[in-house]
């Protein structure tokens, strides 16, 4: 049985045969209800003309692709739960005659008319089909209606404005969930509960105390077989207007007056509108060549499998931001982000200011580590806090010790982003959803680099970016975490 609280409806999901559903969407919703009634009957929306039995056997291959779901048991869950419905080239009576299936299905199913219309399409299949939805009335139901939206929104300022504003002329911002699937991490959203139930921390967390903070997200992958996509994105556009920016808000945000989702998503905007406009020498653009990751040799971008060979899309960025305001006034914040580093790994590093005076007689301000805290959103998830100690012994020397937090020595394995988000877009709760001035903030922010990207800079694959991102931070005294 299904969480008791959630209203039966419809989840009509566009894009059913795509990568997203097949990996990540089918388990998410498999793991809401594995056995025996669901608050959700699934229809998949494609254009390929697939019969039903065609859909769910496709949809078996997937869930038991792995070994977890036993072939009988999926075959049993599909049956129970999946419908198909294809939409051929997308014309209005396609989805005029959409609209009619979804009719039956649910009086068939005795449903009260509630429906998740989830778009997990490419970034230009979202207009036409917002349109052709509005157009076949598909954006007003008996019950309520959400509306869901994968990432990419928008590809800058204007057109994510664009896709806003043709969003906005059928449905509510109530009724909009924009996915950012790092917002489903656990410990992304443990930042909230570690920043706001902790005061030890969260009465530190100012310019008062802090020296930097630096947002690292690295991946040891390289662009695989999405080149298609990637040439036209970049990591600027795929990693940090959305994740990257997400962490940051989050870690710097004020506390809300409330847990609640507008609440929440006011103060991270406000984070936004307080940075800094970036200037080009605060970003770094970097583009792997060939190199070693690993024990394994592998090729450069420009020799990937579909990018051309004179491709200057960025496949590193590194930035210096400044936020204006009282809390954050002089603290540098430090991102990077990129493809084939040499380890898959995401963290936000608080470094702690120093003494300021120097108190121990044998030894200098040099020879200690300022106090920082480590909090690894994957993998490893946790925290690490570096603290000095007195070595034993008769003389004052100092060593700086690490306290570690473990989850999975705590918890066990983590649940996938996915199970989180789609069981809140259920719930109706927006929380960890991206809303319209959020998204589009972020997009203003990257404009200036967007418009004039720097100087792309070459990096080994296997290294951790270009060597001038060492500049970017050395100013201040500053370094980037090795590892
Ligand atoms: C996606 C990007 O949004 O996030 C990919 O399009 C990237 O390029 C992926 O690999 C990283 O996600 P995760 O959850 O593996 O850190």
């Known amino acids: 049985m299904g969480p008791p609280e959630l209203a039966r409806h419809l989840l009509v999901v566009f894009g059913a045969t795509g990568d997203l559903m097949q990996r990540k969407l089918l388990p998410a919703l498999h793991s809401v209800a594995p056995v025996g009634d669901a608050p959700f009957v699934v229809v998949g929306v494609a254009r390929q003309p697939l019969d039903e039995p065609g859909f769910r056997a496709q949809c078996v291959a997937s869930l038991t692709s792995d070994g977890s779901v036993p ?3 999926a075959a049993a869950w599909a049956a129970r739960h999946l419908h198909y419905v294809s939409v051929g080239a ?6 005029q005659r959409l609209s009619g299936e979804l009719e039956r299905i649910e009086r068939e199913e005795a449903l009260p008319g509630n429906r998740v219309l989830y ?3 490419p970034a230009a299949a979202f207009p036409p089909t917002i349109e052709g939805l509005g157009s076949a009335g598909l954006h007003r139901s008996k019950g309520w209606t959400r509306l869901v939206v994968e990432k990419p929104f928008g590809r800058d300022l204007a057109s994510a404005r664009a896709l806003n504003a043709l969003v906005h002329q059928f449905f509510a911002e109530t009724q909009v969930y924009r996915i950012d699937h790092y ?5 992304v959203q443990n930042l909230l509960v570690f920043r706001f139930a902790n005061m030890l921390f969260e009465s530190a967390w100012n310019r008062d105390r802090v020296d930097c903070v630096e947002i690292t997200v690295a991946e040891d992958l390289g662009v695989e077989h999405r080149a298609g996509y990637y040439e036209t994105a970049g990591a600027l556009r795929d990693m940090v207007q959305n994740h990257l920016m997400q962490l940051l808000t989050l870690t710097a945000m004020a506390v809300p007056a409330q847990y609640e989702a507008d609440q929440i998503r006011n103060e991270k905007v406000k984070v936004l509108r307080s940075l800094e406009a970036i200037r080009p020498e605060e970003a770094v ?37 400044k936020i204006n305001n009282f809390r954050w006034q002089g603290v540098p914040f430090f991102l990077r982000t990129g493809k084939r580093l040499p380890t898959k ?3 936000i590093h608080v470094h702690f200011r120093s003494p300021p005076v120097w108190f121990f007689p044998a030894t200098s301000p040099g020879e200690i580590t300022a106090n920082s805290l480590r909090i690894m959103v994957q993998p490893d ?24 937090f473990q989850y999975s020595e705590v918890f066990g394995p983590l649940a996938d982003a996915y199970q989180t988000l789609i069981l809140d877009v259920m719930r109706g709760d927006q929380t960890l959803f991206v809303r319209a001035d959020e998204v589009e903030e972020s997009w203003r922010l990257i404009a200036p680099l967007l418009e004039h990207p720097p100087a792309l800079r070459p990096y080994p694959a296997g290294a951790w970016g270009p060597t001038e991102s060492t500049a970017l931070v050395t100013p201040g005294g500053h370094h980037w975490t090795e590892g």
Request: zero cysteines; charged letters at 20%.
């Open 183 to 187: 917002l489903g991490k656990e410990t």
């Open 285 to 321: 653009f970097g583009q792997y060549g060939p190199g070693t990751v690993g024990a394994a040799a592998v090729p450069g971008y420009r020799e990937e499998p579909g990018v051309n060979p004179t491709s200057t899309t960025e496949t590193y960025v590194a930035l210096r931001l």
């Open 119 to 121: 778009l997990a399409l």
């Open 71 to 73: 072939t009988g048991d």
């Open 90 to 95: 997308g014309a209005p009576e396609d989805y």
């Open 345 to 347: 790994t995401t963290y």
């Open 381 to 404: 998830e946790g925290f690490e806090l570096a603290i000095e100690v007195k070595k034993p012994g008769h003389e004052i020397a100092l060593q700086t010790q690490r306290m570690h």
